[in-house]
Structure formats: C-alpha cells, structure tokens
T-cell receptor, first 114, second 114 residues
Framework: GAVVSQHPSRVICKSGTSVKIECRSL??????MFWYRQFPKQSLMLMAT?????????EQGVEKDKFLINHASLTLSTLTVTSAHPEDSSFYIC??????????FGSGTRLTVV | QQQVKQSPQSLIVQKGGISIINCAYE??????FPWYQQFPGKGPALLIA?????SEKKEGRFTISFNKSAKQFSLHIMDSQPGDSATYFC?????????????FGKGTKLSVIP
C-alpha cells in the first residue's frame, strides 16, 4: 500500500529558531499534500493544501509567512515553522494523495518550542 | 455546511462488547466517508471507508452503517478488545481519490476495559 514517511518524529527547538518537517511519499507520486495541526485531545485542523509545483493554499487564520510549505517534487513536501514560539508547539501531520491512492497520512511530528 | 458532528466524545466498553460511534454531516456534496484510528503520538490510520451508494460495509470486526437520507453514518466495533483503545475520527470528503480536503469529526476516545 501507499506509504508516507514523515521526519522528524520529535523535535525540540529554541524560541526564535526555524524548524523544517519533511513528508515523503515512498511508493507513489503525491500530487496533493495536506498539512494538519493537532492539539492535545483535539481533532486534526487543516493548515494548508499544496499541489506539486504550485503555491500552497492556506486555511483562514494560518499565517503563510510563518508556516512555509514547499511542494517542489512529486515525492517531497516540507513544512517550515519560522521563528517558532512556544504557542507553535503542537503535533503536525501530513497527508499525501495521488494517482488514486486516496489519503495516506504520515506518522506525525511532535514539535516542542522551548 | 462543512461540519461533521461526531458523538460520543468518549466511550468505555467492556472487552467483548460492541462499540458504536456516530457521525452526522450536512454537506450533500460529500461522497466519501472514512473512519480513522489514531494512537497517541501517531498519525491517523484508515480503518474502513464507505461511499453513499451502499448502506453498510463490513471488514472483520469493523462495520460502517450509512444512512444517506438522514445524513448519518456510524462505526460499529464488534467484540471490542483492549487493543482497540484509541481515538477514532470520522471524516468526509467530496471524493476518495484525495483531491479534496477531508473534514474531520472531533474524535471519540474509546477505552476497552478487560
């Protein structure tokens, strides 16, 4: 089946620094990538949708200059949290789709900003 | 019209019992209704999914019942086991290919006690 690899699984960074999260589709071409944020005991909140080679479409209330999404290839999308602050601490999850594979989720990244 | 309402918020079931989680949607354009299972610190994993042209789908101990006229669907877990203890999310989308975003319910935390 379709597999999505997300790295890192956990990251701790200092306030003010930037963190990059990678999401790779291992056995299919991901034409569409969805990035979610999940707070403890809450549901997944869609942050943005990106199609390969195009600019990401951000949901209302998500700062596009803070959460930079790059989807330059059919197998890799990255989310960069710029100038991270403690309130950005959360669980970030990617989901990739393409070629009729449906939605395949990554294993998530726990970001802690100290 | 994008909401998916899920209940209950939490559920405690004895081992061997039946777990039932319900969802209701408003948007009649939704055409794909998956259920996801999520363990702490992990990404959601697809459990079972249904389209509106069938009223029921069964895979092992998991069954989706779908009522198109009522715009409701539910997950039944038969012979619930402690290993089923997780958070379950219903979702809906305009198709299952992954072209459109998934709209998630708020989740149900299931605890199966021995």
């Amino acid at each position: 089946g379709a597999v999505v690899s997300q790295h890192p699984s956990r990251v701790i960074c200092k306030s003010g620094t930037s963190v990059k999260i990678e999401c790779r589709s291992l056995d299919f071409q991901a034409t569409t990538m969805f990035w979610y944020r999940q707070f403890p005991k809450q549901s997944l909140m869609l942050m943005a949708t990106s199609n390969e080679g195009s600019k990401a479409t951000y949901e209302q209330g998500v700062e596009k200059d803070k959460f930079l999404i790059n989807h330059a290839s059919l197998t890799l999308s990255t989310l960069t949290v710029t100038s991270a602050h403690p309130e950005d601490s959360s669980f970030y999850i990617c989901s990739a789709s393409g070629g009729g594979t449906g939605y395949t989720f990554g294993s998530g990244t726990r970001l802690t900003v100290v | 019209q994008q909401q998916v309402k899920q209940s209950p918020q939490s559920l405690i079931v004895q081992k061997g019992g039946i777990s039932i989680i319900n969802c209701a949607y408003e948007n009649t354009a939704f055409d794909y209704f998956p259920w996801y299972q999520q363990f702490p610190g992990k990404g959601p994993a697809l459990l079972i999914a249904i389209r509106p042209d069938v009223s029921e789908k069964k895979e092992g101990r998991f069954t989706i019942s779908f009522n198109k006229s009522a715009k409701q669907f539910s997950l039944h877990i038969m012979d619930s086991q402690p290993g089923d203890s997780a958070t379950y999310f219903c979702a809906a989308s305009r198709d299952g290919a992954g072209s459109y975003q998934l709209t998630f319910g708020k989740g149900t935390k299931l605890s199966v006690i021995p």
